[in-house]
């Protein structure tokens, strides 16, 4: 009997010592103060995102930030933002594939105190369920891209539009703020827009396709530069001059635009920075804190072609 009670004793005080971890390690911060995020990331085969995702990855190890890291499409992001939450984490990054569908997990997370930020692409969710997006302004970068078009076809000419996903943000104001100017002069015409996916094979896909098709062009509009890549191998593979016989135009000044400006392929690019881990994890860690953020945070970008693309500062993303 005294034995037994001995042993109940024993399990009692282990139980009691073990208790504080168990419970405590409910929330994301551990016992050490260490701050955990998770990052719900694009699957996509582009070094424009690689960077993206390293200039996270690196910003993390330098605050030292436990990250947790999720790679998928749109219907693994929102799998794992709950997973996310359901793990308790501080703090949600998250680059949206697509605009929609976001409002249930965006409301759970909210309801949990997770404040999420966007990163690189927008969404429709009402503004109250994130705290913060950081991007570029793509309206801005499409109108960038139409006053180049505009001058370099002197106002005359036909256009194809390689878009990127039509149902994401980035694809669609790239292609709004490019008609915007191009809706201002008459003989310029858009005489084609398909999907590259983002996607250098698609790009080039949808390149050959119209070129199989006789589709007749003076220039192409790239929402990215992969896609402008592939374009221009369907043009040398047809037999064409691209930058010359075509004028080629494209979006996220990537190292390899750069390359090919320099080659004489590619004409331009307008930038579209992927560097964005510190400015995320600046927004995020003030909104954990419970300070104030700017709900848009817009990063600057300029247009680089043959005249100046040896000045931009790192010679590409
Ligand atoms: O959201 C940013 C865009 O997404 C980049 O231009 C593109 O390369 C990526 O797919």
Redesign the pocket.
Known sequence: MKERSSILTLVLALLLLIAPVVFANGGGEADDGTITVGFAQ?K?D?P??TTETNSVQQEAEKLGIELKLSVTDQAGQVAALRDFIAQGVDGILL?PQTANGWDEVLQEAKDAGIPVVLL??GLDSPEDLWVSQI??D?AFEGREAGKWVVERLNENGKVVELF??PA???AILRSQGFMEIINQYPNIEVVESRTGE?SQDKGRQVVEAWLTAGVEFDLIYA????MALGAIEALKAAGKDPGDDVLIIS??AIKAAFESIARGDLNATVE?S?VLGPMGFDALLKAINGEEVPQYIITPDSLYDESNYTEHPTGGF
Do not use: K
């Open positions: 694009i996509e582009s424009w995102r680059a690189d692409r991007s570029s793509f990127g996903d994401a943000d980035p983002w929402h990215n530069d992969g979006i996220d579209c992927p």
